[in-house]
């Protein structure tokens, strides 16, 4: 009994010392951990900046729904820029989740930014924006994006590899491209094709966390057939919101993916429109 004291009084000093570096240790990995996540918090408004405004006669609404538990921003982008070419939209996806894939949407949306306002043409704008994020892509990296472009009564369409823009009007309908190009980062050829929007159309882009969701049987989301009750909103906000309450009650936790919505409805459009290159709706 003398010796397990004398033993406790001997060694209690330095298991308490332990005991306390192993503390501070914890607690300052919390503390940069916390700073991590409201860093990346920042990061996600400066490059996903949440819209619901009217931009050069467009109203264009978002939503952002990042399923990883990491961080509050995973490979999903998109951004809008009012060009002298007209209102710019790009929406794309980095190929992998999480962490890893903020660094080439970062510099996605960087490129689009910094090129969408001087490039004649969408084709001209993919290749420039393809050029510029090549060096920050891995060998097996990519990013599957759709560029819209809006001129009074059509939207112009590049579309690299991504799922198909929907139109919601009369009908609702995915617009296919007759050819659609490569991603980005896989030198793509992009080009452009035209679709008619008439008065009260929306056009709303998505990331494929929308067409990969499953319900518990495997079933994938009936995106034209729930869109259309969704998009009967008379509010774009209220739109997006029906939507993705659609999705979540779908997949339930077994949405795995990140989810960007970008719902878009020209204020104006005139009914006629004269162009031979511009699908019929």
């Known amino acids: 009994m003398h010796t397990l004291v004398i033993a406790l009084f001997l060694i209690g000093p330095l298991l308490l010392c332990a005991w306390l570096r192993v503390r501070r240790t914890l607690l300052a990995l919390r503390t940069e951990l916390a700073h991590a996540h409201e860093a990346v918090r920042s990061t996600r408004q400066l490059i996903l900046r949440p819209l619901s405004r009217d931009l050069a006669g467009t109203h264009v609404c978002t939503r952002y729904h990042c399923a990883g538990s990491e961080s509050d921003i995973g490979g999903d982008l998109y951004d809008a820029a009012v060009t002298p070419f007209g209102l710019r939209i790009v929406v794309g996806d980095v190929r992998g989740h999480g962490l890893e894939a903020v660094r080439p ?155 960007a919505l970008v719902l878009c409805q020209p204020a104006e459009v005139p009914a006629r429109i004269m162009t031979q290159d511009v699908r019929p709706a």
């Open 105 to 259: 949407a970062t510099a996605a949306i960087a490129a689009f930014r910094e090129l969408a306002y001087t490039a004649p043409d969408l084709p001209t704008l993919v290749g420039h924006v393809d050029k510029r994020l090549a060096p920050e892509l891995g060998a097996e990296d990519f990013v599957t994006a759709v560029f819209a472009e809006f001129a009074p009564g059509e939207v112009r369409l590049v579309n690299c590899g991504h799922p198909p823009p929907l139109r919601a009007g009369q009908r609702v309908e995915l617009l296919e491209p007759g050819a659609p190009a490569t991603p980005l980062g896989l030198h793509p050829d992009p080009r452009q094709y035209r679709f008619r929007l008439q008065p009260g159309d929306r056009l709303l882009l998505y990331t494929d966390g929308l067409t990969d969701a499953r319900s518990a049987d495997g079933t994938p989301f009936p995106l034209v057939a729930e869109a259309t009750q969704a998009l009967r909103e008379p509010l774009p906000d209220d739109a997006l919101a029906s939507l993705y309450d659609r999705v979540v009650a779908h997949a339930g936790a077994r949405r795995a993916d990140d989810l």
